[in-house]
């Protein structure tokens, strides 16, 4: 199995601050990426698919980059409503693997 | 918009079967162009993806539940479902149904995406 490690597993941060999320894959996945947001107790949303591809509705603050195995996911200016538990996954091969999760919190 | 619905017990036993239900509306699981699959998230944990089925059948299983899991559809009542077998503690778990969306971004090259999820359902296995 892909082993997806992001990081840091927690974060702090303040309103208006510009973030930058890691994940790292155990081998080459060329840009079979996503990213989700998942706010307590609700179900995951997808923010950005093929590593770098906004999914429709998502706020443009949110960006994803990377090839390979290292991704970046930047959220541009935090808002209030950002601070939830993000997790990417992999889905070059199966079975598709998440990451454990890095979870931004106010600062 | 489609909207996902995930319905089943509550509450399993040790050694019995969990059953789960996804009810798809506003839309159509024959649409084709997607899988339909099932994720879990143990308590305070991260995502585990369990399997998916196509409309004509077709499943892909996690090797690492594969012996206890059958997903299935009936297309007459636009749901899937999910059922596993032998369940312990370790399976209490919130239980996700997903439209992972298949996308040709590239010709011949396709990318996996769930876009749509359900709102989950706690399955807490416990005599």
């Known amino acids: 199995d892909i082993q997806m490690t992001q990081s840091p597993s927690s974060l702090s941060a303040s309103v208006g601050d510009r973030v930058t999320i890691t994940c790292r894959a155990s081998?080459?996945?060329?840009?079979?990426l996503n990213w989700y947001q998942q706010t307590p107790g609700k179900a995951p949303k997808l923010l950005i698919y093929?590593?770098?591809s906004l999914q429709s509705g998502v706020p443009s603050r949110f960006s994803g980059s990377g090839s390979g195995t290292d991704f970046t996911l930047t959220i541009g200016s935090l808002q209030p409503d950002d601070f939830a538990t993000y997790y990417c996954?992999?889905?070059?091969?199966?079975?598709?693997?998440f990451g454990q999760g890095t979870k931004l919190e106010i600062k | 918009q489609v909207q996902l619905q995930e319905s089943g017990p509550g509450l399993v036993k040790p050694s019995q079967t969990l059953s789960l239900t996804c009810t798809v509306s506003?839309?159509?699981?024959?649409?084709?162009?997607?899988?339909w699959s099932w994720i879990r998230q143990h308590p305070g944990k991260g995502l585990e993806y369990i399997g998916y089925?196509?409309?004509?059948?077709?499943?892909y299983y996690n090797p690492s539940l594969k012996s206890r899991v059958t997903i299935s559809v009936d297309t007459s009542k636009n749901q899937f479902s999910l059922k596993l077998t032998s369940v312990t503690a370790a399976d209490t778990a919130v239980y996700y149904c997903?439209?992972?969306?298949?996308?040709?971004?590239?010709?011949?090259?396709?990318?996996?995406?769930?876009?749509?999820w359900g709102k989950g359902t706690t399955v807490t296995v416990s005599s």
């Open positions: 997903a439209r992972d969306k298949i996308d040709q971004l590239v010709l011949g090259y396709y990318y996996y995406y769930m876009d749509v």
């Open positions: 506003d839309g159509s699981i024959t649409s084709g162009g997607y899988y």
């Open positions: 089925i196509y409309y004509s059948g077709s499943t």
């Open positions: 081998q080459s996945i060329s840009d079979y």
């Open positions: 093929a590593a770098s």
């Open positions: 996954q992999q889905t070059s091969s199966t079975p598709y693997t």
